[in-house]
């Protein structure tokens, strides 16, 4: 039954990082709003996963409510930045004053719609009085907020002016390092190292093993920079015809600066995937279940798959909407 278990789980995780995959390379090649398709496709279900958890303690008004707002915050933010940044910012004449680029309401707009979903659902407290609760309320506003928010900074990244490509990367590649160097440290040396990273959350978890998640995290960075700087950058596509994509890997320069700043990121990204898997952890502790979901047989749920790279998310974005800030 165990290797039974762990086959599914190996080709789930192939099918789930071929579909990763996938979309990273419609974004490169294509329209970055491919990955948005994806990151929203990552809401519905995931925002489902969490209103199903918590059952019957939602009412069916509030359910509703969250599914639409989450989604409609997700794809208004997307299509107002893309509109702002490739629609009506590039088809400027040249020799338009900067004055006239005009602002980005995209985050504005973003708000607002976040703002009217929580406004509603705070209404339902009246229009709905004799089945909505103050304790609904609460679990309806946690599904709101979880998984939504966090895909938000996430399309944040796939929507960064510069460095969005090596962003994506970063989010979704660290953490199955982290992962892996993590499960073979704590099962190489977690008997002679047997302290707990969070006993009363996820007692599998021990400190080694988390020190092992910080390596993965730095041999994971040292992978992106080379697949960045030798493939990525490496691509030159003209009227997007694939053949005129060339490949100069003796191009790339070996810079130790950058090559530190990859590393730094890596391992911050991986203590910050930790703890999103931690939080997703203490969340199941709390409702009593084990996976969120199970449209991914051998890992669980959506919610499952992607927590840690929710919480990678907004470490990656700090750092580079910072970059873009001072060295732009």
């Known amino acids: 039954m165990g290797r039974t278990n762990l086959k599914l789980r190996i080709i789930t995780g192939t099918l789930y990082f071929a579909v990763l995959v996938g979309f990273f390379f419609l974004k490169i090649l294509v329209n970055k709003l491919f990955f948005d398709a994806l990151i929203v496709a990552f809401g519905i279900v995931g925002t489902y996963e969490m209103l199903r958890a918590f059952g019957d ?145 996820s007692p599998n978890k021990t400190v080694i093993g988390g020190f092992g998640g910080l390596l993965g995290g730095a041999i994971g960075a040292i992978l992106v920079f080379f697949v960045y700087y030798g493939f990525c950058k490496a691509i030159t596509l003209e009227a997007g015809s694939f053949a005129n994509v060339t490949f100069h890997f003796s191009d790339v320069k070996f810079e130790w600066v950058e090559m530190i700043f990859f590393i730094g990121i890596g391992v911050l990204t991986s203590a910050f995937s930790q703890f999103g898997d931690l939080v997703e952890s203490a969340i199941k502790r709390k409702l009593d279940i084990k996976d969120m979901g199970n449209i991914l047989p051998g890992h669980g749920g959506i919610l499952d798959r992607i927590d840690s790279s929710l919480y990678a998310s907004l470490i990656i974005s700090l750092v580079f909407v910072v970059r873009l800030m001072l060295f732009q």
């Open 57 to 201: 303690k939602i009412h069916v008004s509030q359910k509703l409510v969250v599914l639409v707002f989450s989604v409609l915050v997700l794809v208004v933010y997307a299509i107002s930045d893309y509109i702002y940044t490739d629609y009506y910012h590039i088809r400027l004449p040249e020799d338009s004053p900067l004055d006239a680029v005009g602002r980005n309401y995209a985050p504005h707009f973003m708000l607002v719609m976040f703002v009217a979903g929580l406004s509603i659902l705070f209404g339902l407290l009246v229009f709905s009085h004799r089945h909505v609760t103050l304790e609904s309320t609460g679990y309806a506003l946690l599904s709101y907020m979880y998984p939504t928010v966090f895909l938000v900074v996430l399309i944040v990244c796939n929507h960064l002016e510069m460095y969005s490509d090596v962003a994506i990367a970063f989010v979704f590649g660290i953490s199955p390092c982290a992962d892996m160097f993590a499960y073979f440290f704590g099962r190489s040396f977690g008997k002679k190292l047997p302290a707990k990273m969070a006993p009363n959350i």
